[in-house]
């Protein structure tokens, strides 16, 4: 049994990684019809998770691509910042929350990437916006498009939470195939470490979507140059199991029923807590929370309230007044309204 245990294969993997894990994942995201793959204008390497993603792609774009300011919203994940600084890229920031309506700043997003310089790169979290849970709608995503079109702009997915925000795999990729279907370039970086729970693993791969095969291949051959001197070579393990996974049809069902189970049971405690707010006559709209999007809900508790949470109540979150919805239940969720209701009536 042990002799005969497939992950004692120990050997190294080659500088993009895993083949099979490198093809499967680009379906996941583009589609499996995506027009891009059949014309083998997608490269993709295999990275590490989502953060490692974002390295390679911000290192290979400060040595190949004209322009080196990269657009990323206010707010953003902490560390995407720090990852293309350290890659190259000057970061600088475009108008995302509003913190009046709790939702989308859209006009503040049009006039910001509208006065962006022509080519700059533009940083967007594919679904499920972290930390805010806002997302665009599909029209307005579509505008977003459009806009960075006309103006050259290169979109950067950064997707940790595909299946994370719908329950569907295909929906939450929808946004990334608009980009995809107008023949434009584009690069995104996928993360396993939520949707198939491979934290440690540090699973994730980096495509770029080229205008030709040619350049495809030129693409390829420089990103090799990036990864060689950075780690060699990725690891093998966490590959495995996603491709073991995704290229089985009844696992790979047996995976979206689950996704689409933690999904619903996000959704579900939103609306348990926004009824339990209301159930207790606490001031405000707290409708955000059943509006925003995937695990984490930005209740617009400022900081202050936050540390009367943690103080008196005991419950942790970020300064920023960000919690994560999968870390409630039915049984601890009655504490949190009622802290919130002391947080905001105190
Ligand atoms: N992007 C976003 C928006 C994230 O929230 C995270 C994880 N918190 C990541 C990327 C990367 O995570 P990992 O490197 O673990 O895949």
Redo the contacts with the bound molecule.
């Keep these: 049994m042990l002799i005969n245990d497939p992950s004692r294969y120990k050997e190294y993997l080659p500088i993009t990684g895993l083949a099979e894990f490198n093809k499967l994942s680009a379906k996941l995201i583009f589609g499996a019809d995506s027009p891009a793959i059949q014309e083998n204008r997608v490269v993709t390497v295999q990275c ?7 390295r390679v792609g911000g290192e290979f774009l400060a040595k190949h691509y004209h322009e080196h300011t990269i657009y990323i919203p206010t707010p ?2 902490g ?2 910042p720090k990852i293309f600084t350290l890659a190259g890229l000057t970061a600088r920031t475009y108008r995302y929350y509003d913190p009046a309506t709790r939702g989308l700043d859209f006009n503040g997003l049009v006039e910001d990437l509208s006065s962006a310089p022509l080519g700059s790169i533009v940083l967007l ?1 594919a679904c499920a ?2 930390p805010t849970g806002v997302d665009p709608t599909v029209d307005q995503w579509e505008k977003i498009r459009q806009l960075m079109r006309s103006k050259s702009l290169l979109p950067f997915f ?1 997707s ?2 595909q299946g994370f925000a719908s329950g569907s795999l295909d929906k939450d990729a929808q946004p990334v195939r608009m980009f995809v279907a107008d023949g434009g370039e584009l690069l995104m ?1 996928q ?4 949707n198939m729970g491979l ?1 440690g693993e ?1 699973v ?1 791969a980096l495509s770029i979507v080229c205008g030709s095969a040619d350049v495809a291949v030129r693409v390829e051959s420089q990103l090799k140059l990036v990864i060689r001197p950075m780690y060699s070579s990725p690891p093998l393990h966490g590959p495995s199991v996603v491709a073991t996974i995704l290229r089985d049809s009844e696992m790979f069902n047996e995976w979206t029923v689950e996704l689409k189970a933690m999904a619903d049971r996000i959704i579900s405690m939103r609306q348990q807590l926004f009824d339990a707010l209301k159930s207790r006559g606490t001031p405000g709209d707290w409708s955000h929370i059943i509006k925003q999007i995937g695990m984490f809900t930005f209740t617009g508790l400022n900081s202050e309230q936050v540390a009367f949470m943690r103080q008196e109540y005991h419950i942790y979150m970020t300064s920023d007044g960000r919690i994560s919805m999968a870390g409630l239940n039915m049984k601890n969720l009655p504490h949190l309204a009622d802290a919130i209701h002391a947080a905001v009536t105190k």
């Design positions: 590490l998770s989502g953060t490692g993603s974002l953003t994940w560390n995407h979290h916006h972290n950064d940790a939470y970086a993360s396993y470490a939520k934290y540090r994730g």
